[in-house]
């Protein structure tokens, strides 16, 4: 006899990946370092493999800044040699701790010998996590809720004179919504809880000179505490947010900051299994007063079918992008200055210099990634498993994306998110781009870039909803 349709399968694993602790640090043009003095807090990769009778997917949660293209896939191809899966069914998020090593040499030269090295690391360890998940596979349930967290805040800040920081801007668009996917054993006990949140970990700044995972690694922590299993941290669209104290250089703040946020998920993961969804009146009770007694529902989501679709979505670029050997003179220019500035201790020159090579490196990049080209690939990642979306791209997009695409999709439950895959840059809306500020003017992007992408991550969601060929 059939005991009812099968259930999503889901498997959890994890490695620390910590690098060496004096390991090329940071990246802030603001920062006086260029090596990290230790480590706060364990940096870790997180695996969740899903299954059902057809395929096989992979989602990887790693505590790092930024995974270049070129790094994402060295970590998929890992993964994909380790586990045979097909690298499209391998999805590699990072966090974006800004309190990470450094991804690309700028600047920064002392200690940057250890990071091709300390990446081989990740991606071997990220392979084990992802082997450990998938030997761990078993059927699960799922439930899903929706919080809200007032730590972010939109950080296109602009000053009485009219220039535009990094900061607070207490009336720009802002995405507090927490989003949590709890997957469970069949005995009620949590495998994996999913959080979705849309915030820079950037609150440990140029003054820190430690290796952290900021408020994400503190925020996982909590809900393991709270519920048990893994939780992983799926980073939303955070182009244009901030958390509401950055750039600091205690540790406790990030713990404290990442404590809010993890209690709020924990709350809601938690009342998915305390707080019933629908009652049933059963009895009354004889006793001093007449007692009712109900029969508890808690509902649960469809987990089936797995589907995974991974394309490049081309979007418009920017006329006038820079040009590399302009970029390139400058950068050697200001390293020089740096360079010069220390030899002499000349501290108000050192500032500047560092300011400006950070600068000139972030042009040289976007020459080397975008000069010449009209349009560009986006990387979008899928992967839907019944009731849930889970939607990645290779860039910082801003939160009005990610709230559009929540809204219009046609999944029940949608995460969207940036740092997926690789990084290419920020992509500002049609409305806040032509306000410039650091986002827009460091973004290869044209104007009209974000409305095409999101156009095409919900087309291809409702292909992916109702089974259509792509």
């Known amino acids: 006899m059939s005991s009812g349709p099968k259930p999503l399968l889901a498997g959890v694993g994890r490695r620390c990946t910590n690098p060496p602790p004096n390991i090329a640090h940071g990246g802030w043009g603001a920062q006086r370092h260029e090596q990290a003095e230790g480590i706060d807090l364990d940096l870790w990769v997180t695996a969740l493999a899903l299954a059902d009778d057809a395929r096989k997917v992979l989602i990887l949660d790693l505590d790092i800044q930024i995974l270049t293209n070129q790094r994402a896939d060295q970590i998929r191809a890992a993964v994909s040699q380790a586990t045979g899966l097909p690298v499209q069914n391998i999805r590699a998020s990072a966090t974006h701790t800004h309190s990470g090593p450094v991804p690309y040499k700028s600047w920064i030269e002392k200690g940057y010998e250890m990071v091709a090295p300390w990446f081989d690391n990740v991606a071997q360890w990220s392979a084990e996590a992802a082997v450990e998940a998938l030997a761990n596979l078993q059927p699960v349930r799922l439930r899903a809720g929706r919080g809200e967290c007032a730590m972010n805040a939109n950080r296109r800040a602009v000053s009485p004179g009219g220039e535009r920081f990094l900061g607070i801007s207490p009336n720009g668009p802002c995405d507090r919504e927490v989003l949590v996917v709890r997957l469970d054993q069949l ?24 290796i952290t995972p900021d408020y994400p690694g503190a925020m996982k922590r909590v809900v393991e505490q709270a519920l048990g299993g893994k939780c992983f941290f799926l980073q939303g669209s955070a182009g244009d947010q901030g958390p509401m104290q950055g750039f600091q250089a205690d540790p406790k703040v990030y713990r404290d900051f990442g404590a809010v946020l993890g209690h709020e998920a924990a709350k809601v993961a938690l009342a998915l299994n305390a707080l019933p969804s629908t009652v049933k009146f059963r009895e009354i009770v004889p006793s001093g007063a007449p007692l009712g007694q109900y029969d508890s529902e808690f509902a649960t989501r469809p987990g089936l079918p797995l589907r995974v679709v991974e394309k490049e979505i081309q979007v418009p670029l920017r006329e006038g992008l820079p040009e590399r050997k302009a970029a390139s003179e400058k950068l050697e220019h200001w390293k020089e200055r740096l360079k010069a500035a220390r030899e002499r201790a000349d501290e108000p020159a050192i500032t500047e210099a560092i300011y400006m090579a950070r600068r000139a490196d972030i042009q040289l990049r976007m020459a080397d990634d975008f000069g010449g080209k009209t349009s560009a690939g986006v990387r979008a990642h899928f992967v839907c498993f019944g009731d849930f979306a889970v939607v990645g791209c290779n860039i910082e997009p801003f939160c009005e994306i990610g709230m559009e695409v929540k809204k219009k999709s046609p999944f029940p439950v949608t995460f969207m998110c940036g740092y997926t895959n690789g990084r290419m840059a920020y992509m500002a809306t049609a409305e806040e781009w032509p306000k410039g500020g650091y986002e827009v003017e ?26 259509r060929p792509l």
Do not use: K, W
Request: aromatic share 4%.
């Open 442 to 467: 460091n973004s290869p992007f044209g104007q009209a870039a974000a409305a095409v992408l999101t156009a095409e991550i919900l087309r291809t969601l409702g292909s992916m909803q109702s089974d």
């Open 187 to 210: 005995d009620g006990q949590p495998l994996a809880t999913l959080v979705n949140y849309a915030c820079h970990p950037t609150i440990m700044g140029p003054p820190n000179r430690l």
